[in-house]
């Protein structure tokens, strides 16, 4: 089953997806959503949670990326999103970047930027859901820049003795991850300054070509009504793994992001490992889905 992305093209974790199905020069289609709320065809699939990105895979719905490439390497298992030696190291490398050091980058991107340039909408959106308040950020900038450069010097260490990618010759999730983050950085016109600096290391910058040369993949468009359709006409795999004490199976549970203030999903639990978490809910139009979330950032509560 073609995998399907919800995203925004200005998004760094899309983008990471988006690297991601270059690597597995894999075929999908697009969803293209708004970057602010609400998302009511993402929401339908979902049960709420409204980040980006989503990839659906017929009725079967995956939330964060730490979700999203445990499922596309299921689907498409070579090449590995986590090649030798690191393995699972690059699931550690990625948490880090797409955690801690992902705000830093949103400082050093978007810090400089006049608010006219972003959109009342956004600023308002963004500030409502996460507390983002852009003069704290204009004052932040020059320390989140400084943590982002540290990440960059990091990087551009480790390349330096002439490896391709972060763990060898293959590119793995963790490349994914730092290279999102640069992406971004790159992408603000008014980060310019930080950028060069970035790109003035040199294992990185020519790393980063590497990165971007894989390309995206093999995309298709369609639209939010055609994925709830696809959805709904589509059961959701067979589901394996445990459920870890206390909670038990079918039990009605709330998922939600840790340290957010974004909305919980209820549905019925089917999976809680360390692997991840997964819920079964019925949308009104899309019928019955399975919701997968990874397990590191997300509470589980009783529903
Ligand atoms: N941990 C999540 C983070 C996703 C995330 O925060 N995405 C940003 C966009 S890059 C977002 O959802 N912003 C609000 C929005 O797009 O509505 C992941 O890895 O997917």
């Not at 995956?62 to 090649?83: G, N, R, V």
């Not at 003795?161 to 590119?171: I, Q």
């Not at 992406?183 to 008014?190: K, N």
């Amino acid at each position: 089953m073609t995998p399907i992305l919800h995203h925004y093209p200005a998004s760094p974790f899309a983008e990471l997806v988006r690297a991601g199905f270059g690597v597995k020069a894999m075929a999908w289609q697009s969803v293209i959503v708004s970057n602010i709320l609400p998302k009511p065809g993402q929401a339908e699939l979902t049960g709420g949670y409204v980040r980006t990105p989503v990839l659906q895979i017929g009725a079967d719905i995956y939330c964060d990326t730490a979700a999203i490439l445990p499922a596309l390497e299921a689907l498409q298992p070579d090449p590995s999103f986590y090649p030798a030696p690191l393995g699972t190291l690059h699931k550690v490398i990625a948490a880090w970047a797409g955690g801690p050091q992902f705000m830093a980058h949103v400082g050093a991107a978007m810090g400089s930027m006049p608010p006219g340039a972003m959109g009342e909408g956004f600023i308002e959106d963004r500030k409502r859901r996460f507390g983002l308040d852009m003069a704290q950020l204009g004052k932040a900038t020059p320390h989140l820049t400084s943590q982002a450069m540290t990440a960059a010097h990091w990087l551009d260490a480790t390349l330096s003795d002439g490896r391709a990618f972060v763990g060898g010759d293959a590119p793995g999730h963790a490349d994914l991850a730092f290279y999102a983050n640069i992406w971004f950085v790159r992408a603000i016109p008014f980060a310019k300054g930080t950028a060069d600096d970035m790109f003035a290391l040199p294992a990185l910058a020519a790393w980063f070509a590497r990165v971007e040369a894989i390309g995206h993949g093999t995309r298709s468009d369609i639209s939010a009504d055609d994925a709830i359709a696809i959805a709904a006409a589509a059961e959701p795999a067979p589901i394996h793994g445990r459920i870890d004490a206390p909670f038990t199976a079918g039990q009605p549970v709330l998922v939600r992001t840790d340290g957010s203030g974004d909305p919980p999903v209820a549905g019925r639990l089917a999976r809680l490992d360390p692997t991840g978490i997964v819920v079964l809910r019925e949308g009104e139009r899309c019928g019955t889905v399975a919701v997968h979330f990874p397990r590191l950032g997300q509470m589980v509560l009783p529903g």
